[in-house]
């Protein structure tokens, strides 16, 4: 069994020498290539001063070297932090010097955006361009090429790891703040990855589409699970919706992972020539009951799995198929080899239906903040001695997600700690209002969130997109909430938008900006 990130790919490739690996459009790589890749560039960036624990960064879209690179370093012994392509220079240079980056992986195009930047990361001593050489003058900065790598390989001992070693940091999308660095060992992703792998039954013949950021654990276990089964991975760029469509007939596409908002848009597309699918997943957020109604339709002999997961502890939890059905509105129970809880504040467990925060232990729990001891303190906290004896205290992470459990143990999302309305006195969640929403089978998309009111606290505020093809006035919205929702619970301003809501980096409406244009919609003396 894979024990450290990069064995994923060199037991497959010892397994399935010849099997395709990894696609990039028209780019092929087998398990064997593949691995032979990796150890050429893990070389590399020990030739190139890469110690051992040193962060090691990939600024890229998805393509091979971005998937080479994110594995190499691993292989070199150092840790990988793969940065979302759709942040600005000056989010890039925030992480850079946040996690003391040493080495960069990126394009020449994406260098010159960089360019004025870098000299603020003063721990960056190598940037390696996928393409060209750039011909720009960076001082203090050592600049090769890809290409230059493969020679820069020589006989050196890589350093030795162990499964407890820091493999990756993963910066969340910063819900208030700036981004964190969240620590991943070896061992945290492998068992990540055995452990869903194992639920969605993933197999050598699957053929898994990435389409989300791969700097989003969701998105980075595609990979993992692809490669520890010795499955096919397929790397993806879309523009639209309907590019992945056309993707998943033309490449016979097994399995499909996507966040709320992504399936919205599916959910809409015409599924009858693209029955390869064996599964779909849904994290990063609760699918609509209308959502979910649509795909079931579309995608008759495709099991849905609906997961919830945390990158502080890489997966949680997951509904299966065969309980869609009967509990459509449940995140499921605890994947293998992990435990969730619901706790109340003072750490005893709550009863069946009583509300209380997530808390996960387990092998999944990451290794905290990076270079964050106060909000590792508050998240990372210990767990009450399980045995008589025990010494040395187990870590668990409170997740800040309000849940209640059934009476059969099946977890049911509330809210977020940070976007739970307060209104009226009342604590209400964006989700419960949403889900009405897109219940009228009107609606594209949709976000509810609160914003401050002199009376109310909060006033809860709507902004929705139409489904295409749908004329809808604000009443069709407003008597759908009074129907379903009690008095304290409804919008107070609904707002109808004809092209997509904003998305935070890792794909998600991102309610935070459009509560900030909000934030003077109730003046003092205005109800």
């Known amino acids: 069994m894979s024990n450290l990130f990069h064995e994923l790919i ?25 691995s032979e890749a990796v150890q050429s560039i893990a070389s590399a960036l020990h030739t190139l001063g890469l110690g051992r624990g040193e962060r090691s960064a990939v600024y890229l879209e998805k393509r091979l070297e971005t998937v080479i690179a994110l594995f190499g370093a691993s292989a070199a012994g150092g840790a990988f932090v793969p940065v979302n392509p759709l942040l600005k220079a000056e989010q890039v240079a925030y992480i850079l010097k946040d996690c003391n980056v040493r080495i960069l992986i990126t394009s020449a195009e994406r260098l010159d955006l960089l360019s004025p930047v870098l000299p603020q990361c003063h721990d960056l001593h ?38 407890s070693d820091m493999a990756a940091i993963l910066y969340t999308s910063g819900s208030t703040g700036k981004p964190k660095g969240v620590v991943l060992s070896h061992r945290n992703l492998v068992t990540g990855a055995i452990s869903v792998s194992r639920y969605l039954n993933n197999r050598p013949d699957d053929r898994i589409l990435a389409v989300l950021p791969l700097s989003f654990d969701y998105g980075l276990n595609q990979l993992n699970t692809a490669f520890y089964t010795g499955a096919t991975a397929i790397l993806m760029n879309y523009l639209l919706p309907r590019d992945i469509l056309t993707t998943v007939k033309q490449e016979q596409v097994t399995g499909l992972a996507a966040v709320p908002p992504l399936w919205a848009q599916l959910a809409q597309l015409d599924w009858k020539d693209a029955q390869s699918l064996r599964y779909i997943t849904n994290s990063g957020g609760a699918m609509p009951r209308a959502t979910l109604a649509h795909l079931r339709s579309a995608l008759p002999d495709t099991q849905i799995f609906l997961m919830y997961g945390l990158t502080e502890a890489f997966r949680s939890t997951y509904l299966p198929p065969g309980e869609v059905d009967k509990r459509p509105d449940s995140m499921g129970k605890a994947i293998p080899n992990a435990e969730v809880m619901v706790l109340r504040e003072d750490g005893s467990h709550c009863a069946p239906g009583e509300p209380g925060e997530l808390v996960h232990r387990g092998p999944l729990v990451s290794l905290g ?31 800040g997600d309000t849940v209640r459990m059934d009476d059969e143990g099946y977890l049911y999302f509330i809210g977020r700690r940070d976007d739970m309305i307060k209104t009226s006195g009342y604590r209400v969640s964006p989700t419960e209002v949403e889900e009405v929403i897109y219940a009228t089978e009107k609606v594209a998309e949709a976000a509810a969130f609160g914003v401050p009111h002199p009376t109310l606290g909060q006033a809860i505020v709507v902004v929705a997109v139409p489904r295409t093809g749908f004329a809808l006035d604000r009443d069709v919205l407003q008597s759908a909430c009074k129907q379903h929702l009690p008095a304290f619970m409804q919008p107070a301003l609904i707002e109808l938008r004809q092209t997509s809501l904003p998305r935070n980096p890792n794909g998600k409406i991102d309610r935070k900006m459009l509560a900030g244009e909000f934030q003077q919609a109730f003046q003092a003396g205005e109800s």
Do not use: M
């Open 10 to 34: 060199y037991q497959s490739a010892a397994r399935y020498p010849d099997s395709t690996a990894l696609i990039d459009q028209k780019r092929h790589l087998s398990y064997a290539a593949l």
């Open 126 to 163: 190598t940037v390696i361009i996928t393409g060209d050489l750039h011909k720009a003058s960076l001082p203090g900065l050592n600049v090769v090429s890809w290409r230059q790598t493969q020679t820069l390989s020589d006989a050196a001992r890589l350093p030795d790891c162990i499964d």
């Open 369 to 399: 903040y990076w270079n964050d001891a106060d909000k590792t303190a508050a998240c990372f906290r210990p767990l009450t001695p399980r045995q008589s004896g025990l010494t040395i205290p187990e870590l668990a992470v409170w997740s």
